[in-house]
């Protein structure tokens, strides 16, 4: 696992002297690793996290990601109504109600918007010599419902590759700057190692970080964000804005 959850949680409380109302975590390279489920230490410490107060995890993972790899690796008793799930970067929201998830909200796109977006991301990437027919490394555009992602490698690609494809962010922040001429009406994040994100306009973490203070009646800064980017130009920057209080992990 990435963050030992009670190392952060507990220097938090003893440095601030005082407990947060909720702790918002970003889900890969913090939570997990490249997409993969949680380590059981990991899921023992959220468990125990919840018994205190409420947990919300955000992610570009879409919801079925999230019940595939993450929700099953949970103990079974842990308390899922104080647990909020953000997928597609907070473009969705889901609660436990009633013995279930539904969902609370959704900026998901039309079938116009996603066909204008793809043409966008394929008619940027070319331009940056990139290709975006898929290769060995698997698909390089991902259309989820409230969010669309491309990849410049494929999302199969090697930890090792991905790490070395543009480590500064600097291939990417020229396809964005492409990008946003193409698409004024959204939102884009350079996120992850070789990847971005499309959503609406508006519609990011910070979003996310605002509707849980008012869904909980507290104020943006009473609450802890945990994340792996949360640096000028890392695609957790944005919560900053939010004014929420916030701590990078190593």
Request: hydrophobic residues 40%.
């Amino acid at each position: 696992t990435c963050i030992p959850l009670a190392r952060e949680f507990w220097k938090h409380r003893f440095e601030t002297k005082r407990l947060p109302r909720a702790v918002l975590f970003v889900l890969d390279n913090t939570l997990t690793k490249d997409f993969k489920p949680p380590h059981p230490h990991t899921a023992s410490r959220l468990h125990r996290l919840l018994a205190i107060v409420p947990v919300a995890i955000m992610s570009g993972a879409s919801m079925k990601q999230m019940q595939d790899y993450l929700l099953p690796t949970l103990p079974h008793d842990i308390d899922r109504t104080k647990l909020y799930l953000f997928p597609d970067t907070a473009g969705q929201c889901y609660v436990w109600i009633d013995g279930e998830w539904k969902q609370e909200y959704n900026f998901d796109f039309s079938k116009e918007e996603v066909e204008k977006i793809v043409h966008a991301i394929t008619t940027s990437m070319e331009a940056h010599g990139i290709s975006s027919i898929p290769d060995s490394y698997g698909e390089k555009i991902k259309v989820k419902q409230a969010q669309i992602t491309f990849t410049g490698l494929g999302f199969d690609a090697p930890v090792i590759e991905k790490n070395a494809w543009d480590p500064h962010g600097s291939k990417r922040k020229r396809i964005k700057a492409d990008m946003e001429k193409l698409l004024p009406e959204h939102e884009i994040l350079v996120a992850g190692r070789t990847s971005m994100d499309v959503t609406r306009k508006g519609i990011d973490k910070a979003y996310g970080v605002r509707w849980l203070a008012k869904r909980l009646g507290v104020k943006p800064e009473e609450m802890l964000f945990i994340g792996d980017e949360i640096y000028p130009g890392g695609n957790d920057f944005v919560v900053g804005e939010a004014c929420v209080e916030n701590k990078q992990v190593q």
